[in-house]
């Protein structure tokens, strides 16, 4: 593509050098740049690519996309803009031809529920007989292909990439995922949204936002560039989202008036068992996945599809022929009696679902396994480990990712939670040890709750990462136990 077709969309750009010149790709890594790429200067956390732009024009870039003022390099065309993380993602969706405008995307957004409401709504709208596409936490889906994800949403250019590749293959809709990160670092700008899903807002992530209106905030920012705004009212933000909104909203409740409702829910160990409800109609679901809170999921993917037409009949089809997702509330069954949920539940509010879902059916015990994520946010630590303490009969704290941490320094901010409790607990930081001792304690009708990686199959360490499968190693557990 020519550069004065792929930069025309830039306001305010400053251009030094020729303009009429091919351009043969982006790339936001200089590693990455090959012969007569634009290199695009983006100011990271732990490095500015405004440093690496002689590696760049080492490997033959074209034109370089800068927003600090740089020494010019001859030979090479600079591009000056305000901001290179809106510029990357308007000549991204530039240089793949405007890809979103061919999909229908529908965005979630929320602390947690993101990932199960997404293939919610992907179920119900494949039930409707259309073709869709999944970007999110788990995996990325384009036709048939599943794709390992490596955030829950990319960054601007390899998701314009993937629209395109969705485009290619005639897929009607996109359900996304888009993260407080992607909203606050320009990743979908650009992108208009058939229907913004907001699902709840607790705490999370305050080690980037640094405080919570600014979590808010990155999160409300997807309604600006959504037709309608599908909101959860029972949520203790709803008030504030609503007010900092200018487009028309769909509420969703279980406790509430509101325009789609749920009502005669019963939870089970398998299922949960409930009624839509909206306007005159109402219909019975029984969706085979366990707890209140993906009541609230089936609600938001209820409220968008009924936006784009879809009738209740249907959306009762695509919620009950959901068959599980990878550790989202994922049950592995003992021979003795027992059962080991597994379990993503990384926030207070999602370890406070999964032990209160537990809690309606279990019979038994409930055994927690859980630990905290290291170079997060420090304040959720005693908060996630006084949940646990009250709702476990016991709790196992052990690592989760600890990342650069030392695992005990963090186990060390969760004990004073813990300690809060009455209830009984043990620290084994060697996670995989801990798993091992807290099902050698289960007996029948008891629950094992693994919590906090979910379908995660690594563990993060201080050097280096590590394969670390929990349902491999529950499985083994379990088999060498028989």
Same mark, same amino acid.
């Given at each position: !593509?020519?550069?004065?077709?792929?930069?025309?969309?830039?306001?305010?750009?400053?251009?030094?050098?020729?303009?009429? @010149?091919?351009?043969?790709?982006?790339?936001?890594?200089?590693?990455?740049?090959?012969?007569?790429?634009?290199?695009?200067?983006?100011?990271?956390?732990?490095? =500015?690519?405004?440093?690496?732009?002689?590696?760049?024009?080492?490997?033959?870039?074209? *034109?370089?996309?800068?927003?600090?003022?740089?020494?010019?390099?001859?030979?090479?065309?600079?591009?000056?803009? =305000?901001?290179?993380?809106?510029?990357?993602?308007?000549?991204?969706?530039?240089?793949?031809?405007?890809?979103?405008?061919?999909?229908?995307?529908?965005?979630?957004?929320?602390?947690? %529920?993101?990932?199960?409401?997404?293939? !919610?709504?992907?179920?119900?709208?494949?039930?409707?007989?259309?073709?869709?596409?999944?970007?999110?936490?788990?995996?990325?889906?384009?036709? =048939?292909?599943?794709?390992?994800?490596?955030?829950?949403?990319?960054?601007?250019? =390899?998701?314009?990439?993937?629209?395109?590749?969705?485009?290619?293959?005639?897929?009607?809709?996109?359900? !996304?995922?888009?993260?407080?990160?992607?909203?606050?670092?320009?990743?979908?700008?650009?992108?208009?949204?058939?229907?913004?899903?907001? /699902?709840?807002?607790?705490?999370?992530?305050?080690?980037?936002?640094? /405080?919570?209106?600014?979590?808010?905030?990155?999160?409300?920012?997807?309604?600006?560039?959504?037709?309608?705004?599908?909101?959860?009212?029972?949520?203790?933000?709803?008030?504030?989202?609503?007010?900092?909104?200018?487009?028309?909203?769909?509420?969703?409740?279980?406790?509430?008036?509101?325009?789609?409702?749920?009502?005669?829910?019963?939870?089970?160990?398998?299922?949960?068992?409930?009624?839509?409800?909206?306007?005159?109609? $109402?219909?019975?679901?029984?969706?085979?996945?366990?707890?209140?809170?993906?009541?609230?999921?089936?609600? &938001?993917?209820?409220?968008?599809? @009924?936006?784009?037409?879809?009738?209740?009949?249907?959306?009762?089809?695509?919620?009950? $022929?959901?068959?599980?997702?990878?550790?989202?509330?994922?049950?592995?069954?003992?021979?003795?009696?027992?059962?080991?949920?597994?379990?993503?539940?990384?926030?207070?509010?999602?370890?406070?679902?999964?032990?209160?879902?537990?809690?309606?059916?279990?019979?038994?015990? @409930?055994?927690?396994?859980?630990?905290? %994520?290291?170079?997060?946010?420090?304040?959720?630590?005693?908060?996630?480990?006084?949940? &646990?303490?009250?709702?476990?009969?016991?709790?196992?704290?052990?690592?989760?990712?600890?990342?650069?941490?030392?695992?005990?320094?963090?186990?060390?901010?969760?004990?004073?939670?813990?300690?809060? *409790?009455?209830?009984?607990?043990?620290?084994?930081?060697?996670?995989?040890?801990?798993?091992?001792?807290?099902?050698?304690?289960?007996?029948?009708?008891?629950?094992?709750?693994?919590?906090?990686?979910?379908?995660?199959?690594?563990?993060?360490?201080?050097?280096?990462?590590?394969?670390?499968?929990?349902?491999?190693?529950?499985?083994?557990?379990?088999?060498?136990?028989?």
């Amino acid at each position: !593509m020519n550069l004065s077709e792929l930069i025309a969309d830039l306001n305010n750009a400053k251009v030094r050098g020729p303009i009429d @010149i091919d351009i043969t790709g982006i790339a936001y890594d200089s590693r990455q740049v090959e012969m007569g790429n634009i290199f695009v200067c983006i100011c990271g956390f732990k490095t =500015d690519g405004h440093k690496y732009i002689q590696d760049a024009v080492k490997k033959g870039a074209a *034109a370089v996309l800068v927003q600090n003022d740089i020494p010019y390099h001859e030979g090479i065309t600079f591009v000056k803009v =305000d901001d290179t993380r809106k510029a990357l993602a308007i000549i991204s969706a530039a240089y793949f031809c405007y890809p979103s405008k061919k999909l229908k995307l529908i965005g979630v957004t929320g602390t947690n %529920g993101k990932t199960t409401t997404t293939y !919610m709504i992907k179920s119900i709208l494949e039930q409707q007989g259309y073709k869709v596409g999944l970007i999110g936490t788990i995996s990325n889906i384009i036709g =048939d292909k599943k794709i390992e994800s490596k955030r829950t949403t990319p960054e601007s250019y =390899d998701l314009q990439k993937m629209f395109y590749k969705m485009a290619g293959l005639h897929t009607d809709y996109c359900v !996304m995922e888009v993260s407080s990160h992607s909203l606050a670092l320009e990743r979908v700008y650009g992108c208009f949204f058939n229907v913004g899903i907001f /699902t709840n807002l607790t705490r999370d992530h305050l080690d980037f936002h640094k /405080t919570f209106e600014n979590y808010l905030n990155a999160k409300v920012k997807l309604f600006n560039q959504s037709k309608i705004a599908a909101v959860n009212i029972d949520d203790n933000y709803s008030d504030d989202v609503i007010k900092k909104i200018k487009i028309p909203v769909a509420s969703y409740s279980v406790n509430n008036k509101a325009d789609v409702t749920a009502c005669d829910i019963e939870i089970t160990s398998t299922f949960s068992i409930f009624k839509i409800n909206y306007k005159e109609e $109402s219909i019975k679901v029984n969706l085979p996945l366990p707890g209140r809170f993906n009541v609230y999921n089936a609600l &938001a993917a209820a409220s968008a599809c @009924i936006y784009e037409g879809v009738p209740l009949s249907t959306i009762k089809k695509g919620l009950e $022929s959901i068959k599980g997702i990878p550790g989202r509330s994922e049950v592995i069954k003992s021979d003795k009696g027992f059962t080991v949920i597994i379990d993503y539940a990384h926030t207070p509010d999602g370890l406070l679902n999964i032990l209160n879902t537990v809690k309606e059916y279990v019979k038994g015990h @409930i055994i927690t396994v859980f630990g905290c %994520g290291g170079d997060r946010d420090k304040t959720k630590r005693p908060i996630m480990g006084e949940i &646990a303490g009250r709702l476990s009969d016991f709790c196992m704290v052990t690592s989760d990712n600890p990342r650069s941490e030392d695992p005990d320094a963090i186990i060390d901010d969760i004990l004073p939670g813990i300690k809060k *409790a009455t209830h009984d607990y043990k620290v084994i930081a060697d996670r995989k040890e801990a798993i091992k001792e807290a099902i050698g304690l289960a007996k029948a009708d008891d629950v094992v709750v693994i919590a906090g990686k979910g379908h995660e199959t690594y563990q993060i360490l201080k050097d280096k990462t590590i394969h670390f499968d929990e349902r491999e190693i529950v499985r083994d557990i379990l088999k060498s136990a028989n």
